[in-house]
């Protein structure tokens, strides 16, 4: 096979699992087709400034179990919009960044990322269309796959945490609300709060009324259940009511950051209902650490199918978990939405059968 020259990005929040799919790329770039393999440094930042550097065999060894990205990342980057520092209006420089790629005679480009990477990947294929997409963000929202890594960990970590919640609920007769992340899509809310045991749980799709919140919390009380678990998505919002902003960043490609619902709802249940409240914002610990064994081994699969989807020049795709195979789909179908929980969604409904509360 012809020697080439590949490069690696990862872009947007970082996440268990990708280090993995760095490995998966590398090491059959190297071993199976002899390629030369360049990382860029903290995603489309590295692109347009021109920081990389070529990997080597051992830089890819032993990073399996290592949360984070051994690359670094960014989620303000957009070579389309590119602030160069704060206060400066932005520029497009994706020209530039094509002239990166071919100085460095880079012959495909591997973007690893969610829903903002991929989709500044799907117009970058415009001018370079040697990309191929990896799709990772713990909030499991991108169309085309059936998970995404990174969302496995944080599942997990909802479900400990909500374990350890319980004890102290129970304990001093409380309710106790759990702020998850996720942003629009209540994947990881429903998902953690299921296997956690939320006794209720709002999400973004769904918007919740106050009063069959406090319904719930009541009724659990009449049964003589003297404490409940709320897990509330960051972008749970009311009825009638837009989502609960904590701050907006100007210079970032999505400028709004979420936050703050968890707290609003606290102090509506102890108002209303007598009970005692306290809120835990789970917050970035949902995406740091080691990955779990299930997204070690999707990230690699995802990794090792990327590699293969370019030694056959199949680009413009994403890699995509569907059922239990991994394929390669169109990145512009894969980014012209987002994946959301559906009500008729059979985990969804699944948990309503089992008497949770979805507050609508």
């Known amino acids: 096979m012809k020697k080439r020259t590949v490069a690696i990005l990862t872009g947007g929040g970082d996440c268990p699992g990708l280090n ?7 090491k059959v770039a190297m071993l199976d087709f002899g390629w030369d393999v360049l990382g860029i440094k903290d995603g489309y930042d590295g692109l347009i400034e021109g920081r990389y550097w070529k ?3 051992s830089d890819v060894s032993n990073i ?3 949360g984070g990205t051994i ?13 160069a520092k704060k206060g400066d209006a932005p520029v497009d420089v994706s020209d530039r960044v ?14 690893i990322g969610g829903d903002g990477t991929c989709a500044i990947a799907n117009r970058l294929q415009k001018k370079f269309p040697y990309i191929i997409g990896v799709p990772k963000t713990i909030d499991n929202d991108l169309l085309c796959t059936d998970q995404t890594f990174g969302f496995d960990t944080a599942c997990s970590f909802v479900t400990e945490s909500l374990d350890r919640i319980h004890t102290t609920a129970q304990s001093h007769h409380r309710a106790m609300v759990v702020e998850v992340m996720g942003r629009y899509a209540g994947w990881i809310a429903l998902c953690g709060g299921l296997a956690g045991g939320g006794d209720i749980i709002l999400i973004p799709e769904m918007p919740f009324n106050y009063e069959k919140v406090k319904e ?8 003589g259940k003297k404490f409940s678990i709320i897990v509330v998505s960051e972008g749970a919002r009311a009825q009638g009511e837009g989502y609960t902003v904590r701050e907006v960043i100007s210079d970032s490609p999505d400028p709004i950051r979420l936050g703050g619902i968890g707290a609003k709802i606290a102090d509506y249940v102890e108002n209303e209902t007598g009970i005692e409240s306290r809120v835990t914002v789970l917050g970035h610990l949902q995406r740091g650490g080691s990955p779990t064994f299930f997204d070690r081994v999707l990230a690699t699969k995802y990794g090792v199918t990327a590699a293969r989807l370019a030694a056959k020049n199949d680009f413009g795709k994403i890699v995509a978990l569907r059922g239990t195979e991994v394929v390669g789909a169109s990145l512009e179908e894969a980014t012209s939405g987002l994946k959301l929980v559906k009500k008729d969604n059979k985990l969804l409904r699944d948990a309503i059968s089992l008497g949770t509360s979805f507050g609508f």
């Open 55 to 57: 990997l080597q065999n």
């Open 71 to 83: 690359l670094g990342t960014s989620n303000k980057a957009n070579p389309f919009g590119y602030i």
């Open 64 to 66: 399996l179990p290592l």
């Open 98 to 111: 094509v002239e990166n790629l071919k100085k460095w005679n880079v012959e495909t480009l591997f973007c």
């Open 216 to 223: 719930a919390i009541l009724e659990r009380s009449k049964k």
């Open 20 to 26: 993995a799919a760095i490995r998966g790329i590398a």
